[in-house]
């Protein structure tokens, strides 16, 4: 039984042949994106098309896919906003994702950002290797005493509230949902506004939703403490790009670490080496000596990918033979 694979990069092909032996299916991966270009490509009798983040699946798009025979689509993601899931109902396709694949992948990244940022590792690397060992302008901070402030403790923010706690950061949290097993260990809940006003660092781990777009803009901004960190793993509409940009430009933002931008479907997951990038915005921002940007690489680790397609395949096997995913496999329609 053949999946066919969309917008599939090296490494899927890799992980997903590795991890598909006990399951035997016949694997195709095509580096296109999935969207109306593209899907009258797709051969009659194609049960399972596997997609990511920037595939488009509109209501033209499944309708063709229902029409050549697609049975399963399968999100190798845990973001769905592609996919038009009632269209996908009405044709009686089925849709799966995965909902969590190593969030110490991502709260790993993030703290690697913060260390990075407050050392300046990534100054250090390039002067040494010019046989420049001077310390000027290496001058970092201590974490050790730092009051650290969480914006969301799901999974993600949990395994990174661990890590700041073990550097002997101060840890504020707010979640609209607290969990009172992480305030056991020593995290403090507040409501948003004083997190912002008494964190040395501020990192983002909540979902972006139609409510939190611009979470932090000009006027949250201007509660935080002159100097903060800001960090973003999260998605890229959760921080005003503008307000942040002057915010640098006016010092109330020390350090920017962000692995999402919030037009980053034009950039990242590109070599774009070759390329004029139009996009005022992201050179702005990486024209400063105080911002890492990473491409939305906080989750590509070993473990993660590994989790993805076992996860996939899994849910794909059980949907095969009439059964529902178990474990990670969450249905969406
Ligand atoms: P989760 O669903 O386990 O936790 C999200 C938490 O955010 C929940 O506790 C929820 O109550 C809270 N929340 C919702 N709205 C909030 C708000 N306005 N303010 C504060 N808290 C709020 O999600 P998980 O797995 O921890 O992932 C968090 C986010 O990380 C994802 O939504 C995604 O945007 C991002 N992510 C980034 C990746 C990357 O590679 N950069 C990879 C995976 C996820």
Redesign the pocket.
Known sequence: MKILFFSAKPYDREFFTRHNAPYGFELEFLETHLGPHIVNAVAEGTPVVCVFVNDRLTDEVIGILAEKGVKIIALRC?GFNNVQLETAKQHGIRVCRVP?YS?EA?AEHTAAMILTLNRKTHKAYNRVREQNFALNGLLGFNLFGKTAGV???????RAFCRIMLGFGCRVLA????PDASLAATGVEYLP?EEVLKESDIISL?????P??RY?INRETLGLAKKGMTLIN???GGLVNTNDVIEGLKTGQIAYLGI??YEQEENLFFKDLSGSIIEDDTIQRLMSFPNVLVTG????FTEEALAQIAETTLGSVDQLMKGGEPSGEGIMLA
């Open positions: 845990a969590a969030p991502v914006i969301g403790t799901g999974k993600i923010g707010y979640d609209p949902y948003f781990h909540c979902p972006l939703t409510e939190n979470l793993t999260s998605r692995d999402v939305h690489q906080a989750f």
